[in-house]
């Protein structure tokens, strides 16, 4: 290609390259991402506060000695914030058990779980449950405290949607498990569950043990 | 002769050695070669349909500017029609009128260009090897303000809370978790119904109008070690950059996609791989692989000026004779990095209250300073004024011109050696490291000494590799700009003319044209015993 400065075709050329250009950022700028997989997806995001119990112990006579006059308490309490673990059963199989544990470096910050599970598009028997496990060695006193532990149940029957996420959510307020559907097309307008124990399928209201 | 007429084995090298060793060029970093020669291969293509003058690759920095600048101005427009309450019905109130959605498309395409210029910009600076030494702070502040553009970019994708927005969010949210910064995983904001809320929304509206702020002072700080900082394109590239976007907004509307909805998978979300080009890695590895792969890309393009540098060389800085600098201050004023300063009181010149003094840590050693200089006393090691008077000497010497022979002198970074003499013609070639640095003294004496004429092939004055080398040649030998051509030299015998690497055939048909005109003139006068340094030295240290 010689040097356009002296030809007619000077300008049709500069526009069809700059036009050329210009696509290539308008193709860029707007590329497909993401592609239908047929799955429908269960998605937990559970926030819970007040998982640590207080493990508490008399000091001996020795220990309150060792201590200053004004440092003496009988009675030493720490938090101690046991292991949740979070199992999802979808139509009796289990397609989830994970640990979660509080947050912070002393455990006294929420527990959070975030996981996703893809799943059979179809109505479907969910079963979440989420309990602290049992610390080793406890008394009888720390047994108490951690039975108190909140522990959480659902188990409802629901519509499972392809390429559409099913939202497991604690409500903070109650402190129920709750369930977002999508409602086909309109699946911004979520339903909150629960559920009236009347709707098929479903085996119990979500309960707080 | 520079080279020899086949012009297929003229590829343009990084390592050229010139003829004359005292105009040498600074050293391109190890392995530039091929990088610049596909530099120099694209440019050349794009001067073929743009020419040199209207290359927009030579211009992208401040074509990135300019994208910025309309991008700032149709955010103003989008700023007031924003609401925060309800970000995606704003926005598609907004999109519904003709002006409302000719403005958002105008703003999404100059932000994207923004991007396009800049990462090119950098990408040039790479290829061309100037990423390093003095122009380290530079590629350093350069790389931070396209972090805060793409930052400012990503919080523009989220505002509008479509299905891109909130892929956005979400994934930047994931990563953001992995630091240690907020108390609480803020990415399950993104997963939920009903969380995300109006102070959301209006603290990513705060970051995205301040963010521009900080480009503005990031800006400051990457052209702080230029002097006359090109702020814009030249004119002509920098309405028909708008005018190409403003079109383009018309013809190509930027359609608005479904808004954000948490309960459905991602399918067929239009990504803006401008700024979203990272959402499909995110989206296929963990949000740790994710972010260790951010951070081996930000590690690798941050150490750049460490790793992309000459391991035997260094940059020559220039360098002043104190004893005999005059303290006109033209060095100060030609020098396109601000490396020099005017000290008073500190020299030992016996001519000057105040001396000249290159900062070496800010001169690229590109020997501007040399050109500038009439008593011949700044310069790079072996390329001052009195250098060049020097190797001059030598190549008449060796290569004994005729009255009628025409002397090339090529910019080793414009066509270079790509210059292919006409076959048969009969030119003399000394080329040189940057034409800027050309002392109009050597130019004389070889007018003078009876070659026929001297013709100066910069490089394209657009994309000057030491930015303004061909400007002060031309002012010094038409406008009488310090050092200027002295009176006495006859200036149809000159002639300065720029092409870029890519135009060895428009360079050629100018000397030769040169070359006939020249012939109409005569036989140039011959003098001999020519005592250039010597009248130098009467003018400018004897009195």
């Given at each position: 290609?010689?040097?356009?400065?002296?030809?007619?075709?000077?300008?049709?050329?500069?526009?069809?390259?700059?036009?050329?250009?210009?696509?290539?950022v308008?193709?860029?700028?707007?590329?497909?991402?993401?592609?239908?997989?047929?799955?429908?997806?269960v998605?937990?995001?559970?926030?819970?506060?007040?998982?640590?119990?207080?493990?508490?112990r008399?000091?001996?006579?020795?220990?309150?000695?060792?201590?200053?006059?004004?440092?003496?308490?009988?009675?030493?309490?720490?938090?101690?914030?046991?292991?949740?673990?979070?199992?999802?059963?979808?139509?009796?199989?289990?397609?989830?058990?994970?640990?979660?544990?509080?947050?912070?470096?002393?455990?006294?910050?929420?527990?959070?779980?975030?996981?996703?599970?893809?799943?059979?598009?179809?109505?479907?028997?969910?079963?979440?449950?989420?309990?602290?496990?049992?610390?080793?060695?406890?008394?009888?006193?720390?047994?108490?405290?951690?039975?108190?532990?909140?522990?959480?149940?659902?188990?409802?029957?629901?519509?499972?949607?392809?390429?559409?996420?099913?939202?497991?959510?604690?409500?903070?307020?109650?402190?129920?498990?709750?369930?977002?559907?999508?409602?086909?097309?309109?699946?911004?307008?979520?339903?909150?569950?629960?559920?009236?124990?009347?709707?098929?399928?479903?085996?119990?209201?979500?309960?707080?043990? | 002769?520079?080279?020899?007429?086949?012009?297929?084995?003229?590829?343009?090298?990084?390592?050229?050695?010139?003829?004359?060793?005292?105009?040498?060029?600074?050293?391109l970093?190890?392995?530039?070669?091929?990088?610049?020669?596909?530099?120099?291969?694209?440019?050349?293509?794009?001067?073929r349909?743009?020419?040199?003058?209207?290359?927009?690759?030579?211009?992208?920095?401040?074509?990135?500017?300019?994208?910025?600048?309309?991008?700032?101005?149709?955010?103003?427009?989008?700023?007031?029609?924003y609401?925060?309450?309800?970000?995606?019905?704003?926005?598609?109130?907004?999109?519904?009128?003709?002006?409302?959605?000719?403005?958002?498309?105008?703003?999404?395409?100059?932000?994207?260009?923004?991007?396009?210029?800049?990462?090119?910009h950098?990408?040039?600076?790479?290829?061309?090897?100037?990423?390093?030494?003095?122009?380290?702070?530079?590629?350093?502040?350069?790389?931070?303000?396209?972090?805060?553009?793409?930052?400012?970019?990503?919080?523009?994708?989220?505002?509008?809370?479509?299905?891109?927005?909130?892929?956005?969010?979400?994934?930047?949210?994931?990563?953001?978790?992995?630091?240690?910064?907020?108390?609480?995983?803020?990415?399950?904001s993104?997963?939920?119904?009903?969380?995300?809320?109006?102070s959301?929304?209006?603290?990513?509206?705060?970051?995205?109008v301040?963010?521009?702020?900080?480009?503005?002072?990031?800006?400051?700080?990457?052209?702080?070690?230029?002097?006359?900082?090109?702020?814009?394109?030249?004119?002509?590239?920098?309405?028909?950059?708008?005018?190409?976007?403003?079109?383009?907004?018309?013809?190509?509307?930027?359609?608005?996609?479904?808004?954000?909805?948490?309960?459905?998978?991602?399918?067929?979300?239009?990504l803006?791989?401008?700024?979203?080009?990272?959402?499909?890695?995110?989206?296929?590895?963990?949000?740790?692989?994710?972010?260790?792969?951010?951070?081996?890309v930000?590690?690798?393009?941050?150490?750049?000026?460490?790793?992309?540098?000459?391991?035997?060389?260094t940059?020559e800085?220039?360098?002043?004779?104190?004893?005999?600098?005059?303290?006109?201050?033209?060095?100060?004023?030609?020098?396109?990095?601000?490396?020099?300063?005017?000290?008073?009181?500190?020299?030992?010149?016996?001519?000057?209250?105040?001396?000249?003094?290159?900062?070496?840590?800010?001169?690229?050693?590109?020997?501007?300073?040399?050109?500038?200089?009439?008593?011949?006393?700044?310069?790079?090691?072996?390329?001052?004024?009195?250098?060049?008077?020097?190797?001059?000497?030598?190549?008449?010497?060796?290569?004994?011109?005729?009255?009628d022979?025409?002397?090339?002198?090529?910019?080793?970074?414009?066509?270079?050696?790509?210059?292919?003499a006409?076959?048969?013609?009969?030119f003399?070639?000394?080329?040189?490291?940057?034409?800027?640095?050309?002392?109009?003294?050597?130019?004389?004496?070889?007018?003078?000494?009876?070659?026929?004429?001297?013709?100066?092939?910069?490089?394209?004055?657009?994309?000057?590799?030491?930015?303004?080398?061909?400007?002060?040649?031309?002012?010094?030998?038409?406008?009488?700009?310090?050092?200027?051509?002295?009176?006495?030299?006859?200036?149809?015998?000159?002639?300065?003319?720029?092409?870029?690497?890519?135009?060895?055939?428009?360079?050629?048909?100018?000397?030769?044209?040169?070359?006939?005109?020249?012939?109409?003139?005569?036989?140039?006068?011959?003098?001999?015993?020519?005592?250039?340094?010597?009248?130098?030295?009467?003018?400018?240290?004897?009195?």
């Open positions: 290609m010689s040097s356009p400065s002296a030809g007619w075709l000077v300008w049709p050329l500069r526009v069809l390259v700059t036009a050329a250009l210009l696509a290539v308008v193709v860029a700028g707007q590329v497909p991402f993401g592609r239908a997989s047929g799955e429908a997806v998605r937990l995001a559970l926030r819970s506060v007040n998982t640590q119990l207080e493990v508490c008399e000091r001996t006579e020795e220990e309150l000695a060792a201590l200053p006059v004004h440092m003496r308490r009988a009675t030493v309490c720490e938090g101690v914030a046991p292991t949740y673990r979070l199992t999802l059963r979808v139509d009796g199989e289990q397609v989830l058990t994970a640990a979660a544990d509080a947050g912070g470096v002393r455990g006294d910050r929420p527990l959070i779980v975030d996981h996703e599970v893809r799943t059979e598009p179809g109505r479907r028997r969910l079963q979440v449950e989420m309990v602290p496990l049992e610390l080793p060695g406890m008394d009888a006193a720390s047994l108490e405290a951690w039975t108190d532990l909140p522990r959480y149940h659902l188990d409802q029957t629901v519509d499972l949607v392809a390429d559409k996420i099913t939202l497991v959510l604690l409500d903070q307020e109650d402190g129920l498990l709750k369930v977002y559907e999508p409602t086909g097309e309109a699946s911004r307008q979520v339903s909150i569950n629960p559920r009236p124990s009347s709707v098929p399928g479903s085996t119990s209201s979500p309960t707080v043990s | 002769m520079c080279a020899d007429t086949d012009t297929s084995k003229k590829a343009p090298r990084a390592d050229i050695q010139p003829t004359v060793g005292a105009l040498r060029r600074v050293p970093p190890p392995g530039a070669g091929i990088p610049y020669r596909l530099l120099l291969a694209v440019d050349s293509w794009f001067n349909v743009f020419t040199s003058k209207w290359n927009p690759l030579y211009k992208t920095g401040p074509l990135s500017m300019s994208f910025l600048i309309l991008t700032l101005i149709t955010g103003i427009y989008l700023f007031l029609m609401r925060v309450s309800d970000p995606y019905g704003s926005v598609a109130r907004l999109d519904a009128t003709w002006f409302g959605g000719w403005m958002r498309s105008v703003h999404r395409y100059a932000a994207d260009l923004t991007v396009v210029a800049v990462a090119i950098a990408l040039r600076m790479f290829m061309s090897g100037r990423s390093w030494g003095p122009r380290a702070m530079a590629w350093i502040s350069g790389l931070i303000s396209l972090g805060v553009l793409l930052l400012c970019g990503w919080t523009g994708l989220v505002m509008a809370w479509d299905v891109q927005g909130q892929l956005v969010a979400l994934e930047g949210a994931r990563i953001a978790d992995l630091l240690p910064i907020f108390s609480e995983p803020i990415s399950r993104f997963t939920q119904p009903e969380v995300i809320g109006r959301f929304f209006f603290m990513n509206l705060f970051l995205h301040a963010l521009p702020l900080g480009i503005a002072v990031l800006y400051w700080l990457h052209v702080s070690q230029v002097a006359r900082a090109e702020f814009l394109p030249p004119r002509g590239l920098h309405y028909g950059a708008w005018i190409a976007v403003l079109l383009l907004a018309i013809v190509v509307p930027v359609p608005l996609p479904p808004a954000a909805d948490v309960l459905a998978v991602p399918i067929g979300v239009p803006d791989l401008f700024y979203a080009f990272w959402l499909p890695l995110a989206r296929s590895v963990s949000p740790g692989m994710h972010l260790l792969a951010w951070g081996i930000g590690a690798v393009l941050f150490s750049v000026p460490w790793w992309w540098r000459p391991k035997t060389h940059i800085p220039s360098v002043v004779d104190e004893e005999h600098c005059t303290g006109c201050a033209q060095c100060y004023l030609d020098c396109p990095y601000d490396a020099i300063s005017m000290i008073q009181g500190v020299g030992q010149s016996s001519l000057s209250d105040s001396v000249a003094r290159v900062d070496p840590n800010v001169c690229t050693g590109c020997g501007i300073c040399a050109g500038s200089c009439a008593p011949m006393v700044v310069g790079p090691a072996g390329r001052s004024g009195r250098d060049q008077l020097q190797v001059v000497k030598t190549f008449l010497a060796e290569n004994q011109p005729t009255p022979q025409v002397l090339v002198i090529p910019c080793a970074y414009g066509v270079g050696e790509n210059w292919v006409p076959e048969g013609a009969d003399l070639c000394l080329p040189s490291s940057c034409s800027g640095s050309v002392h109009t003294s050597a130019i004389e004496y070889l007018l003078r000494s009876g070659v026929g004429g001297v013709m100066l092939l910069t490089c394209p004055e657009r994309d000057c590799l030491y930015r303004e080398g061909p400007r002060w040649l031309n002012e010094r030998v038409y406008n009488d700009r310090e050092a200027e051509l002295r009176p006495r030299v006859d200036r149809r015998r000159v002639r300065i003319a720029g092409f870029a690497p890519g135009e060895p055939e428009a360079a050629r048909a100018a000397v030769e044209q040169f070359r006939l005109d020249i012939s109409e003139l005569g036989e140039a006068p011959v003098e001999r015993d020519i005592q250039l340094d010597r009248e130098c030295e009467v003018q400018y240290v004897e009195p």
